[in-house]
């Protein structure tokens, strides 16, 4: 059996036999690209001569088939099929070009939250601002399919190329995730999604209608009409004053994927230490290291219009409330001590008069 590096090879010296005659020409090489949570992927790129953008296929999958038994040609097979797939007229030269002109592409934009600790490596090299426990990347898309997006992270470079601040990049974002009709945002009863999911319909989108059809109803779902990287939907402002109107308050949220979040309302009697038990264990056991968003369950003030982790606003609040209590304690203590000291001044004035009136004295 190969090893890793021979694998590597072998893949690059006989993908060829697999592909077109119009891939006679092309480049293969193998890149280490940065995912969500600095997980480290291996991607083969495959570029015809005058491509500029062309996607990474990460072979990640394709190793453990192999190490599995499965047989090597067929693997060669899958990646190459897989390449075909991408090799779409949408993605061309003038891609390069289209993407300095910031006007041309800021309608592509896209926001993509990622937890800030599990993202150190990541993050250096990209364009991001941090939100209590996340870090906002920004994305231009630069063709959606079936088959997936092709898109471009943010670097510094790139944003100086455009001329613009990170605040402006922030704002267009924000207007271009609520624009675009293929990431409408899709906010639904954990219950009639379920069962949407199991009979093929569409669930119901609590967005579109009466803001009190949804109160008191237990759980909920947040994610975009493509259902790939929706997380980012919680820095909409309007958006989730909208829901906190449709819970009937203070929410929690629940970072369950990069995709999508769950939203429960303050008011359900589950406490904070079950709900940040319930996203840990999620997280370990359902969702893959590379989809993962967070284990920090955050809470949303709608009358501040403030995120924050949920477990530090706990501790704050039970902080201001013990420095409120001893407050009081000293203010009573501090009567208290006044009321001795007066009482102590009249037992005093009493004893002076009992003094004079005893040597004879005119009081």
Known sequence: MMNRKEFQQYLQETIKDYLPESYADAKITFNEVIKNNDTHLTGISIAKPGEHVVPNIYIENFWNDYQNGKNIDEIVGD????????????????????????????????????????????????????????????????????????????????????????????????????????????????????????????????????????????MYCLNNGAKIDGAGLILQGNLMQKIGEIVGGDFYILPSSCHEVIIVPETVDIELKELSAMVQQINRTEVSREDRLSDHVQHYDRKEAVMENAEKRASRLEKEKAETKAAKKSIHERLGEKKQQSAAKKVEKAVEKTVKKDKGQEL
């Open 79 to 218: 990646i190459a099929d897989m390449r075909i797939e991408y090799d779409t007229p949408g993605i061309g030269p003038e891609v390069t070009q289209k993407l300095m002109n910031y006007d041309a592409v800021k309608e592509s934009l896209q926001i993509r939250l990622c937890d800030t600790q599990e993202n150190q490596e990541r993050l250096a090299n990209l364009v991001h601002t941090e939100h209590s426990d996340f870090s906002a990347t920004y994305h231009v898309n630069l063709q959606e399919t079936e088959e997936g997006t092709a898109s471009m992270a943010v670097t510094q470079d790139l944003l100086e190329t455009w001329g613009i601040s990170v605040d402006q990049l922030h704002q267009d974002a924000l207007a271009a995730d609520m624009t675009d009709m293929n990431r409408d945002p899709m906010f639904c009863d954990m219950g009639n999604m379920m069962e949407s999911m199991m009979f093929g319909a569409e669930p119901k989108n609590l967005l579109g209608g009466n803001p009190d059809q949804g109160a008191g109803m237990g």
